[in-house]
């Protein structure tokens, strides 16, 4: 069995009393604003002399209210502005036709700026639930990391590359089974809606083949089939078809484990402060084009030792761009990064990838670090 040892939290909400689910400033801080603003106004009629008229901007003081504050505050705002544009018109005995159209203006001003505080609200918190969805459905579709198993405990990082999609075509998952933990990365061809689709149906795929099939290759055979069945609906739609490059890693108690690489970027086994990279050369047909090859996938082992680091990545890394052009080396990278837990070490190479593209993003990007668990002695 393994657990799930990050849990979201949601964001914390600020306001005033009123219920809301997004941020506003303090009460507190809109008061001392809206004060100071007019202090500074009143500074500068009596300075000018034309106190009267510099109260007039004060207007617009709730339309920037509205877009920041609750509806209580930005009717807080608008009565203290309403106020001080009708007292000098009851006031004054000049020119009373214009102050009292600018006193209108203010109050109706006022009520507007409330109204649209109002709208605002309730539009941000549609959003907000729609984004609680969307993370509970991402939960579901990618777990959160890290993950722990009897064998190993997996760490990663990520980043879809359009940031309000949480979930993009770059796939993981890990399945603790009766035949050891079975670990998938993949990276569906294309991006939007319809790689997110496809991206579905194979996690589905993996989460029950994984506890069903005794072998690897089986295994991915019933991914196989997923990608293939996707595709046939997708062509009953009119929609274009994909592929699905992949790695699946099977690790029980021996030394020895399993890895099927189906177009995928081969994995990097960090060790004693060693970076080797394993499956090379070992590449097969991607998932969804088993079809154009004569050859039926088979499996390739390698020794993972105990304590030993296994890097896994999609080609947002690999393929990601400096601003002159060159590619991420990242085989020279990791050298700097061995040694170091599974969390840190996935969080620095983003963090490197980051500054090495200078923060310009251009694929998804999910990068996992598998830490082998001690082997286990039979008393």
Known sequence: MFDSMRAATPADGHGDGDDLSVRTPPTRAVVLVTVAA???????????????????????????????????????????????????????????????????????????????????????????????????????????????????????????????KLVGGDIYDVAATPWGTRVLIGDVQGKGLAAVGMAIDVVGAFREAAHREPTVTALIDSLEAAVVRHNDYAEQRGEPQRFVTAAVLGVDTGADVQLVICGHVPPYLLHEGRVTAVGAGTEQAPLGLADLVDEARTVSWFTFPAGATLLLCTDGLTEARAPDGAFYPLEA???????????????????????????????????????????????
């Open 38 to 164: 007019t202090v500074v106004t009143v500074v500068l009629g009596v300075l000018t002399g034309t106190a009267v008229l510099l109260l007039g901007l004060l207007v617009f003081l709730p339309a920037f209210a509205s877009a920041l504050c609750t509806p209580r505050q930005t009717a807080l705002v608008s009565t203290w502005v309403s106020a001080l544009v009708v007292v000098p018109v009851a006031l004054s005995g000049e020119r009373v036709a214009d102050r009292v159209v600018l006193a209108l203006f203010a109050v109706g001003f006022g009520v507007l700026a409330v109204y649209a505080s109002r709208l605002r609200i309730a539009r941000e918190g549609a959003l907000v639930r729609l984004w609680s969805t969307a993370a509970a459905m991402q939960r579901q579709i990618l777990r959160p990391l890290p993950l722990l198993t009897d064998d190993v405990l997996v760490d990663g990082v990520y980043e879809p590359v359009q940031q309000d």
């Open 333 to 379: 990278r990791l050298g700097g990064h061995v040694d170091i837990t599974a969390g840190r070490l996935t969080r620095s190479l983003v963090d490197d990838v980051h500054g090495f593209t200078a923060g310009a993003q251009q694929d998804d990007l999910a990068v996992l670090a598998v830490r082998r668990a001690p082997v286990r002695v039979p008393e």
